[in-house]
């Protein structure tokens, strides 16, 4: 991949789709991944605790903010088929794939948009909002979206995020608490945290 970064809008480097099988909560799921997609291997760390972590509402909406290849959105949608989940990702190939990735796994309730963080998101009524931000593209990029995401959450919303510890997991806290009313450890492990702040 050279310089290029999975939070590229639009990835040069070569296609090569592949697929990989998750179990999560509990059930098997098959996605596509690509070159040019964050962790196309197989569902990271991170992810996969955010995903067995998230406190899913039964309905009403949520946003999988830098979605990728689709694994958070797409077991959320087929948890609360009432949930109405919007993924958005600046990554050109990440939305593709993750768009074939709901038809792959039969989850219809999704809405998915190519854009850089809120660009694409008028919405502000969201009741969760969940993020496994670009870290390396550095605070600059990452703690603005955090602050962000709350005007976009619906009153009594969360904004669930994770973060590896050692990458900074101390500083993020302290910057969710002076932006949300209440910020708690909602799961932690591997080397992660997975923090759930409240408007």
């Not at 070569?14 to 059930?27: D, F, M, N, V």
């Not at 670009?134 to 959450?153: C, N, T, W």
């Not at 994770?162 to 932006?179: D, N, P």
Request: hydrophobic residues 40%; positive net charge.
């Amino acid at each position: 991949m050279g310089n290029e970064h999975y939070f590229t809008s639009q990835p040069t480097s070569k296609s090569a789709a592949h697929k990989i099988t998750a179990k999560l909560r509990g059930k098997e799921y098959q996605f596509i991944t690509e070159a040019g997609v964050f962790s196309r291997s197989r569902v990271d760390q991170g992810t996969r605790l955010l995903i067995e972590a998230l406190p899913l509402p039964p309905e009403g909406r949520m946003l999988d903010l830098g979605c990728g290849y689709g694994p958070v959105g797409i077991v959320a949608a087929k948890e609360e088929p009432n949930l109405e989940v919007v993924m958005v990702d600046i990554n050109q190939r990440a939305v593709e794939v993750a768009a074939i990735n709901a038809r792959l796994n039969g989850a219809a309730n999704i809405d998915i948009r190519q854009g850089d963080g809120f660009s694409v998101v008028p919405e502000k009524d969201f009741a969760l909002i969940a993020s496994n931000p670009p870290i390396r593209a550095g605070k600059q990029v990452v703690y603005p979206l955090m602050a962000a995401a709350k005007e976009h959450l619906a009153p009594g919303g969360l904004l669930c995020v994770v973060i590896r510890t050692k990458q900074g997991a101390r500083s993020l806290e302290k910057h969710l608490a002076s932006i949300y009313s209440r910020v708690e450890t909602i799961a932690k492990g591997g080397g992660y945290r997975v923090f759930a702040a409240t408007v």
